[in-house]
């Protein structure tokens, strides 16, 4: 499956949909709306509401996440926001504030 | 003033081999017809209609719309070129008026200013927004 | 950096380090900003800001305008592209907008609609170097400002290309060199010589021009017939009929057999016929429309 990178020095401001893995190493702001996964690298900063299949967080999210199947907050990783998904991983050493809702 | 002669009834030599040239000391205010090849290194001023392959060599000047065949501007003009086949700007070209024809090749180094007109077909997904 | 050809010209092949790009399934809409080379596969429409070389591929669909270093397009772009060094118009793009950069290169294959613009200064200073050394050109290198202003007037480029002529048209009203008259001008061989200022009545010996309408018809053959204007001398015997003849014979209302000078009679018959504009006929392929914001 096609893969689409997010450059560390591009920022985006408005809505990314797709139905392809997403790795955003810059920021983006607005709206993200992908079938497949998404994942925010370590540098990276979404101001955005997100959708996806599944979340993998190395850096940082500012905004409510709802993931199909799994979100994963990984070491360093800030999340402010809300998050919706069947399953969720926050690693230890993750700053996450907002609320979890793991209901079907 | 120049004249420009294109006789239907007498028949041209239409010799391939020698194209029809205008040469760098030849200028020429009028309007050009004909139907073969042409090759102008001096300068003209008027129109030009050939059914033909027009050559702009690099010294000349022209100041005139161009109907033709095909055209190879090395040199300068001055008008519309609307060419049947292709249209070529080479390096070196100072070209400011409006193309149009299926192709046009704008080869780097060429300078223009102006409009290109060809057909550009866009896939069905795009919806053509005009944003002029 | 993405590789560049001898010729300094992003190539499109150019394997970039930093690689980011769009997939083909992915569409961005809004502002996109960036200072690295971006390859785009999927489709972005609103705005794209870059300070490095943008590469939309086959099968990417740029709805943007573009503001970036270097632009190399494969794929489809409708919007405008402005770039700092070059753009580059591969065999399978198909672009419709302006096209604004010091060096511009359309491959043949391309498929382009729109205005192309060049570094303003370089332009200008060719058209005011151009124009001075036409002595003689002067009133008719006032057309194509006039046309060049009428045809479009884009916002985005407007002020680029009315900048352009504007001293070209200064330039041309200080000295006021007219063409001279159409058949008392001896034909001359030395191209420098100016010729006596000849005012003629309607101040424009040239045939003013109007405004080209390209509307589209079917396809065009350049007219093979000469164009009946009343600069062009004919020789042609009275007995040949052609359709440019009948016209002026029925003006004249003489018998054909009376003309025994056909050559002057041409000449003169001319002056009281009205005059057949050739309009040139335009080239069109296909079905779409030709739309001009004036």
Partial sequence: MATTVIGSSIVIDGEISGEEHLVVHGTVKGRI???????????????????????????????????????????????????????????????FKGTVDMGG | MATAVSNPSTTMSGNPSTPCNIGPRIAIRGNITGEEDLIIEGRVEGSIA????????????????????????????????????????????????????????????????????????LPASVTRQQRR | MAQKTKNNLPSADASAEVVTHIGPGTRVVGRLAGQEDLRVHGTIEGTVRLGATLFVEPEGVILAEVHAHDVVVSGTVVGNLHADNAIVLTASARVVGDLRSPRISVEPGAAFRGAISMDPPDVEALEATAAASRGYGASRASAPTVRSGAISERPTNGDTRRAAPAPVRQQQQAPSVRLPPRRAQAFTAAPGRAPAPFTSPTGNSWAPREPQNFTPREPVRPALRPAFEEKTIIVQHPAIRSSDDRSRRRAEALPPADHLDPSEQTEGGVANVPRKKVRPKPLARGKHKVERVD
């Fill in chain 1, 33 to 95: 709306n992908v079938r497949d996964s998404l994942v925010v690298e370590n540098g990276g900063l979404v101001e955005a509401t997100v959708e996806t299949s599944s979340i993998t967080v190395n850096g940082t999210v500012n905004g409510d996440i709802s993931a199909s199947e799994r979100a994963e907050l990984r070491p360093n990783s800030t999340v402010v926001g809300d998050i919706r998904a069947p399953r969720i991983l926050i690693a230890d050493g993750a700053s």
């Fill in chain 2, 50 to 121: 050939l059914s033909g392959h027009l050559a702009v060599a690099q010294a000349a000047v022209i100041e005139a719309d161009l109907e033709v065949d095909s055209v190879d501007v090395h040199g300068q003009l001055d008008g519309d070129i609307v060419a049947v086949t292709t249209i070529t700007l080479h390096e070196g070209s100072r070209v400011v008026g409006n193309l149009r024809a299926p192709r046009i090749v704008i080869t780097d180094g060429a300078q223009f200013k102006g409009t290109v007109e060809m057909d550009v077909p």
